[in-house]
């Protein structure tokens, strides 16, 4: 067996792979260049430079497995990976030690302006009482987000005589508590507490712009906030003017929304006390050298018939199983991103119900792509593998159950959410050969295909609403795909729901124009992996 690396990964990769296979190092190459070279290779393990395209994983007729020495896979055509049975490893825990200390790092910084400090000092200057600190000890520090660089953070906290008080509706009260640390649960409660505030949340609907002018406003004057998380969480223009106003007194950032190009963000020239960093959360020779020797040993797992830890995409699965339900685990994944999204409140409990010929079929991958579907946009690096895994954690009860009634489809599922707060219930189906369809929302029948951008908006049945909400999305340079009008299986209250499938997302101030349309009720836009 070979071994191909490339995009100068510690060399102690290859050390743990020698004995397995026989290991080549070679610099980045472009895409046609590695489509021909890649040809006698069992493996590929690269970082972010190389670029893993469909046309390279389609050349590698004898790869099984291609590893990423890092978090993000953006860089490999995962779906392309996983349609060639190709395994897709990630090392999701390689840097968590790193970004956790540069958190702790840029606050302490902020705190004793060591940056503006050492620029003065260097330039002749013995300013001492100017750079005059703060100390961090009985200091209330807010993490949102408790993952493991957030538990991480807040152990370091702790050890430095600070408070720390958490919010993250998918952990547990008794989780928190067992460090000695303070659980909210809003947001509401969380913002005013807080001396220093830092995240560690995935960027998603919704944890974008998460910091903004409301928030910000409603954070305790002369908070500090430190992002190493990802760029776009915080309103770089609403921080901004908080720290030049004084409603921010300091504010340490490593991560932007125009990288690498610095200069595209209003932090750049802020004139508030800010210290910025090139996104070094991960950039450690330590983490580095993790990651490396974390990848090397899952893809020596696969090549000597084991299983990869931290899998991405389907093939970590056996073959066998996912091949007779194949042609529902997109569906499935997005019944549970559709469920997820038109849900409120902390979740619960997952109930899944499947009918048809699923019910004589072996339907653990599809449970799988649940939970995969409604975790993902609010637990970072989910996969086929962990998603069981972050259920369990989060204390959530699954209950899958097969149904022998009559089924006019060829095989259906139901996945039922209950939240602290409501209870929501989506239905999809294969209504023929390769035709998989969303066909139930609620109390609605439908029959529609599951795409990127979705709005459903519930609506009295009066004249002209349909042409109100198309007006809305026409002056909003939105294309409309598709649209159906669902109704209710017991029409009683005299509502009705479009479904309607747009070419790009919907702004939130358009959302609020639909929203304030007479007749209609809680528009929503949704975003699915179709």
């Known amino acids: 067996m070979k071994v191909l690396i490339t995009d100068k990964i510690n060399e102690e990769a290859g050390k743990i792979l020698n004995g397995t296979a026989d290991v ?3 610099p980045t190459l472009q895409e046609d ?16 430079q190389t670029k893993v395209t469909k046309k390279i994983l389609e050349a590698g007729k004898k790869l099984k497995i291609v590893g990423r020495a890092g978090v993000g896979v953006d860089n490999i055509d995962v779906e392309a990976a996983t349609q060639n049975g190709i395994i897709v490893v990630n090392s999701p825990d390689g840097n968590t030690n790193a970004a956790a200390e540069h958190t702790v790092a840029l606050m302490l910084a902020m705190s004793r302006n060591i940056p503006s400090a050492v620029m003065s000092t260097k330039q002749g200057k013995w300013e001492r009482s100017k750079f005059t600190g703060v100390e961090v000890f009985g ?79 409603r954070m305790k004057k002369g908070v500090r906030i430190i992002n190493c998380a990802r760029g776009g969480i915080i309103d770089e223009e609403a921080l901004k003017e908080a720290l030049e ?46 990651v490396a020797i974390d990848v090397a040993q899952q893809i020596k797992d696969v090549l000597t018939g084991g299983s990869a830890k931290a899998a991405i995409n389907i093939p970590a699965l056996k073959k066998d199983i996912i091949e007779p339900v194949k042609d529902y685990m997109q569906l499935a994944e997005n019944l549970g991103q559709l469920v997820q999204q038109i849900s409120k409140g902390n979740l619960k409990n997952i109930n899944i119900i499947v009918s048809g010929n699923l019910a004589d079929l072996n339907v653990a991958p599809l449970e799988v792509a649940v939970q995969k579907g409604i975790f993902s946009s609010l637990v970072e690096g989910v996969n086929f593998v962990n998603a069981p895994l972050i259920a369990k954690q989060r204390g959530i009860n699954i209950v899958t159950s097969k149904s022998q009634k009559d089924c006019t489809f060829i095989g259906s599922i139901s996945v039922t959410l209950a939240t602290d707060s409501d209870e929501n219930t989506v239905t999809g189906a294969l209504i023929a ?24 908006v519930p609506h009295e049945n009066k004249p002209a609403m349909v042409a109100k909400v198309a007006a809305v999305i026409g002056e909003n340079n939105i294309n409309i795909n598709r649209m159906q009008v669902a109704q209710k299986s017991n029409q009683k209250d005299n509502v009705s729901i479009m479904i309607i499938t747009i070419d790009k997302d919907v702004n939130d101030q358009a959302m609020e124009t639909i929203n304030k349309i007479d007749g209609v009720k809680n528009a929503q836009y949704i975003k699915l992996k179709a």
């Open 433 to 456: 050969q390769n035709m998989p369809r969303i066909v139930r929302i609620n109390d609605y029948n439908m029959s529609i295909e599951a795409e990127e951008h979705m709005l459903f």
């Open 33 to 48: 260049e590695l489509a021909e070279k890649i040809k006698d290779f069992d493996a590929l393990m690269v970082r972010s």
């Open 245 to 290: 106003s004084g409603q921010v007194q300091a504010a340490a950032i490593d991560v932007f929304e125009a990288e690498p190009d610095i200069t595209k963000s209003p932090l750049y020239n802020c004139e508030g006390n800010i210290t910025i960093t090139p996104h070094l959360g991960a950039s450690t020779q330590e983490a580095q050298y993790n």
């Open 24 to 26: 080549e190092f070679i």
């Open 139 to 217: 200091k209330n520090l807010g993490i949102i987000g408790f993952g493991k660089i957030g538990q991480h953070v807040a152990n370091v906290a702790l050890a430095l005589g600070m408070n720390v008080i958490v919010s993250d509706p998918y952990t547990t009260k008794e989780a928190v508590e067992k460090i000695g640390a303070k659980y909210v649960t809003s947001l509401d409660e969380f913002w005013p507490q807080c001396d220093y505030i830092t995240i560690h949340t995935p960027k998603t609907k919704e944890t974008t712009a998460l910091i903004n002018r409301n928030t910000l406003n």
